[in-house]
């Protein structure tokens, strides 16, 4: 197996880096078509990483259900090597540390640390440390031990090059010191932080930073700083794009929410045909009925994937037939997209993954003469 990442595993880490999480995951998914998991292990359980941790950010963690099975039956057929055994199981440790599964959690963990170590695979091993390390943060009997193993992984990151896991690792370090009250050393890392992640490209991470500056700033009474940094946090990022890190910012700059995000996505009068989006304004679909049967289908139903079958049987009223639909399926989106998406490039509203289309549910609507919809 050749040690060069290929190009659709880098396409999908980018995807990530920059905060585009729906793409990500869509991407990620494709590499775990593409990486058959036996001829590819170590790919295919990177793919299963990245669509995982898209999924956590998301908060869809249930859509990663399957994968994280495929990946159990993987670790439990016994064709893998100790390195690609201590990748699935750090994996399958976090996904179990997400539903609170605390003690098979760090069984899992314990174990690909061991394995790890034996096979000198230090990006697993300190990945396994920082997700032990980031479970001991919480509970401030365990802060000298998880700084401890900060220690550790600081010494072993001088040993790789491991850009994302660098940065998690001072996120950690920066919470333990906010929660002992050490706020000096609490800035000094934080700011380390931001700049690490402006140069990485980190365009997430740099409002979750702006976010811990602003707790800082507050818990010192410091009420301008902590208004000047908490509206960069806020402003710097898509509720829709990755609600939750979204909540977890708005929990620490509450006072800065009504003045920063605005009280809907779309407005929208079905009887008028009226469209407004928060970015676009006012939406003109004309006479393209199809297209606006389309978007109320999305987005009356937010988060149902509706794959090519049902897109044809429920806007064209006819049977699926690939050589005829495949294409109007795919202009009608592009279409849709190009009149309600505020960028192109990086759809937030009509989203796709490997069940089909469907309309982001972390939006919000609100129809006329009916109260504000959370969708």
Request: proline share 3%; hydrophobic share 40%; glycine share 4%.
């Amino acid at each position: 197996m050749t040690t060069q990442i290929p190009h659709l595993l880098q396409l999908a880490r980018l995807q990530a880096r920059k905060g585009d999480l729906h793409e990500a995951r869509l991407t990620a998914g494709d590499g775990l078509a593409l990486f058959s998991k036996e001829k590819e292990a170590a790919f295919w359980l990177e793919s299963a990483r990245i669509y995982f941790q898209s999924c956590v950010e998301l908060e869809e963690i249930p859509l990663a259900q399957s994968v994280m099975t495929e990946v159990l039956d993987l670790l439990s057929s016994g064709i893998l090597s100790d390195a690609h055994q201590a990748q699935a199981e750090t994996l399958i440790g976090s996904w179990l540390r997400s539903q609170g599964k605390t003690d098979e959690s760090q069984a899992y963990l314990n174990s690909a640390i061991a394995k790890a170590t034996q096979s000198r695979d230090l990006d697993t091993l300190v990945r396994a440390l920082v997700i032990c390390a980031f479970s001991l943060s919480f509970d401030p009997k365990n802060h000298s031990q998880a700084l401890l193993n900060l220690d550790k992984i600081e010494v072993l990151l001088s040993e790789i090059d491991n850009p994302e896991l660098d940065f998690t690792a001072k996120t950690i370090r920066g919470y333990i010191y906010i929660e002992k009250g050490l706020y000096d050393q609490a800035l000094d890392v934080l700011w380390k932080n931001y700049e690490h992640a402006k140069q990485q490209g980190f365009l997430l991470s740099i409002s979750g930073v702006l976010a811990q500056l602003a707790r800082v700033h507050r818990l010192q009474n410091q009420d301008e700083q902590f208004k000047i940094y908490g509206e960069l946090a806020l402003k710097g990022l898509e509720r829709t794009k990755a609600p939750r890190l979204y909540k977890s910012i708005a929990a620490i700059c509450p006072e800065n929410l009504n003045g920063l995000k605005p009280h809907y996505d779309f407005q929208i009068d079905e009887k008028s045909r009226f469209v407004r989006e928060k970015t676009r304004g006012p939406i003109d679909f004309k006479n393209q009925h199809i297209l606006f049967d389309l978007a109320l289908l999305f987005i009356k139903n937010p988060g149902q994937r509706y794959s090519k079958e049902d897109l044809v049987s429920k806007i064209w009223s006819q049977i699926y037939d690939p050589d005829l639909h495949d294409n109007l399926i795919y202009v009608s989106i592009k279409r849709l997209r190009t009149l309600i998406e505020p960028d192109l490039e990086s759809p937030r509203y009509i989203l796709r993954d490997r069940k089909g289309y469907y309309f982001n549910q972390q939006s919000i609507v609100q129809f006329k003469n009916l109260e504000e919809a959370s969708l």
